[in-house]
């Protein structure tokens, strides 16, 4: 079975603080994603990334950054967290050329106060 | 404004009823996936379509893959308070590896 785990179920942090949020995918996929998700927005692409140290802004940016020094890690970091970002944050991952779906991991219920 | 459009957003239902999940889009799309998310958890895979006209079977569960590939439904039929939870499509473009998903459709069926 495909596991894509993110390192927090749940995470409150102060406003400012810098924020890291991992994930970790076990099927060697090339792709791997950062969405987070809003009531009423749905899923909304942070940032992507199709290899190592490659990376491409998704449709929301603003606000966040990510790196991916080994395959199968992906970590999204918000460099000064404001309540606005709180959200449900999804990563997934994909196969490149075959990747017909998105596995999921279990989310991070991030709260900023 | 959402590349997928889904409707209803909400349906309630009773146990033992039939329901029809709709995902609509301008856009073509070379496959397209739905998902089942738990209050607090991730999104989980359900199927995937891949061909025009494709119509896949999950028990009670029934996908159809639009003619055009910019649409798809999702029905399922005598509905069971374990169906109950947030359905999603997202389809994947031609030009790159992203999956665009839909807003969601949140599914209650009470017993």
């Known amino acids: 079975d495909v596991k894509v785990t993110q390192s927090s179920r749940y995470l409150v942090k102060r406003t400012g603080e810098k924020v890291f949020l991992e994930c970790v995918q076990d099927m060697d996929h090339e792709n791997m994603f950062w969405y987070r998700q809003d009531p009423g927005l749905g899923l909304r692409l942070i940032y992507f990334?199709?290899?190592?140290?490659?990376?491409e802004k998704g449709d929301i940016p603003e606000g966040y950054s990510v790196s991916r020094e080994k395959k199968e890690r992906f970590s999204l970091i918000l460099e000064s967290a404001s309540t606005n970002q709180t959200s449900m944050y999804l990563c997934a991952s994909s196969f490149l050329n075959d990747g017909v779906e998105a596995f999921f991991g279990q989310g991070t219920r991030l709260t900023v106060v | 404004t959402q590349l997928l459009e889904q409707s209803p957003q909400f349906l309630s239902i009773q146990e033992g009823e039939n329901l029809t999940v709709y995902c609509n889009s301008s856009s073509v799309f070379s496959s397209l996936q739905w998902y089942r998310q738990e209050p607090g958890e991730g999104p989980v895979l359900l199927v995937t379509?891949?061909?025009?006209?494709e119509v896949k079977k999950l028990k009670r569960l029934t996908f159809q893959f639009g003619d055009a590939r910019k649409d798809s439904s999702l029905h399922i039929t005598a509905a069971q308070p374990g169906d109950t939870g947030l359905y999603l499509c997202a389809g994947k473009g031609y030009n790159f590896n992203k999956f665009y998903f839909g807003s969601g459709t949140k599914l209650n069926v009470k017993p």
């Open positions: 379509v891949v061909t025009g006209g």
């Open positions: 990334s199709y290899d190592v140290k490659m990376k």
